[in-house]
C-alpha cells in the first residue's frame, strides 16, 4: 500500500485546512485509516481514524469537534478536515492504513506516508 498525503500549509489560529491522503497498490489489505502527527520534540500521536465503510471514526480528544475524518470512494482517498485550528495542532500529519487485530483488540498501521506540514500561528 502506498500512501500520499497533501494538503499542509501555514494559517492562523481559528482557520481551517483540509488534509488528503491518497491510497494505491493492495488497499483491500487494509480496513482502517488514520491520522497521526508529531510535534517537534514529541512522540507521534493518534489524531483520526475511519473504516474503509466509512461507517466507523475515532477520534483523540484534542481535536474532536474541530477535525473530521472522511473518506472518497471513488478517489480511494481518506480526507481530514481541520476546522478552528490551534496553535498546539502544529506538527508533521502522516496517514496510515492498517487493520484491527482482534487477537489483541488494538490496530496495527503497517503502512505509513510522508508526512505534511501544518503550521498554525496565534
Known amino acids: 500500500v502506498q500512501l500520499q498525503a497533501s494538503g499542509g500549509g501555514l494559517v492562523q489560529a481559528g482557520e481551517s485546512l483540509r488534509l488528503s491522503c491518497a491510497a494505491s497498490?493492495?488497499?483491500?489489505?487494509?480496513?482502517?485509516m488514520g491520522w497521526f502527527r508529531q510535534a517537534p520534540g514529541k512522540e507521534r500521536e493518534f489524531v483520526a481514524r475511519?473504516?474503509?465503510?466509512?461507517?466507523?471514526?475515532d477520534y483523540a480528544n484534542s481535536v474532536k469537534g474541530r477535525f473530521t475524518i472522511s473518506r472518497d470512494r471513488a478517489e480511494n482517498a481518506v480526507h481530514l478536515q481541520m476546522n478552528s485550528l490551534k496553535p498546539e495542532d502544529t506538527a508533521i500529519y502522516f496517514c496510515?492504513?492498517?487493520?484491527?487485530?482482534?487477537?489483541?483488540?488494538?490496530?496495527?498501521?503497517?503502512?505509513w506516508g510522508r508526512g505534511t506540514q501544518v503550521t498554525v500561528s496565534s
Open positions: 496510515a492504513a492498517g487493520q484491527y487485530n482482534r487477537a489483541y483488540l488494538t490496530y496495527e498501521w503497517p503502512y
Open positions: 497498490g493492495r488497499t483491500f489489505s487494509s480496513d482502517v
Open positions: 475511519i473504516n474503509w465503510s466509512g461507517v466507523q471514526t
